[in-house]
């Protein structure tokens, strides 16, 4: 079955404990993002990558940070996680530029 | 990227057709207007996207008008599991961050009723 999986589903976590959401995706798209929801400020852009070695910032970059290492997986990296980064977490990828994106089921992540 | 407007929140009948409307009109020439929607906390999903034709899919149809400044998404038979947040997107379907770059606005709260 086509689908981008994301880990963990849900996580409470403390300030300043790295951590890692995984990302993977079995479809072979190129195209992989990241966004993050928030209450009243919708869905944004943290990262995205264009091909494996390929990543740039989207509209909330500060705080994370992103590799692509493999096409098939793209994590997110909270070096030191704050509360501020409390959201739910998505995962998105498109084999093309002008393609659908298939979204992850999300990540909900709480920083105490 | 444009901006959309939708309307906050609708209210339709199931078994009738929902009919969202979307404000697009500073879409420029080269930009895709997507729909997609997510039902509760879930994974947004991809519904439909055209350019300037109008589309049908299994799932609904997209009419764009001539100008390109409007659109309407039409889900013709709406049942109770369409009750979702549907968010109209215009993006840029060339250039790097054209590839990934969605900007979603707050969508339009869709319920369907019994």
């Known amino acids: 079955e086509a689908q981008v999986t994301q880990n963990p589903r849900y996580l409470i976590t403390v300030t300043g404990k790295k951590l890692t959401v995984t990302c993977s995706q079995n479809m072979n798209h190129e195209y992989m993002s990241w966004y993050r929801q928030d209450p009243g400020l919708g869905l944004r852009q943290i990262y995205y990558s264009m091909n494996v070695e390929v990543t740039d910032k989207g509209d909330v970059p500060e705080g994370y940070k992103v590799s692509r290492k493999e096409k098939r997986n793209f994590p997110l990296i909270l070096e030191s996680p704050s509360p501020n980064q409390t959201s739910l977490y998505f995962c998105a990828s498109s084999l093309r530029i002008t393609g659908e994106l298939f979204f992850g089921e999300g990540s909900r992540l709480t920083v105490l | 990227d444009a901006k959309t407007t939708q309307p906050t929140s609708m209210d339709c009948a199931e078994g009738r057709a929902a009919n969202l409307p979307c404000n697009h009109s500073t879409i420029s020439g080269n930009e895709y207007v997507y729909w997609y929607r997510q039902i509760h906390s879930q994974g947004p999903q991809y519904i439909i996207h055209g350019l300037k034709n109008n589309e049908t899919n299994e799932m609904a149809s997209l009419i764009i008008t001539e100008d390109r400044k409007s659109s309407t998404l039409i889900l013709p038979h709406a049942t109770l599991r369409d009750t979702a947040v549907y968010y109209c997107?215009?993006?840029?379907?060339?250039?790097?961050?054209?590839?990934?770059?969605?900007?979603f606005g707050q969508g339009t709260r869709l319920t369907i009723n019994p």
């Open positions: 997107i215009v993006r840029v379907a060339s250039g790097p961050q054209g590839a990934q770059k969605l900007v």
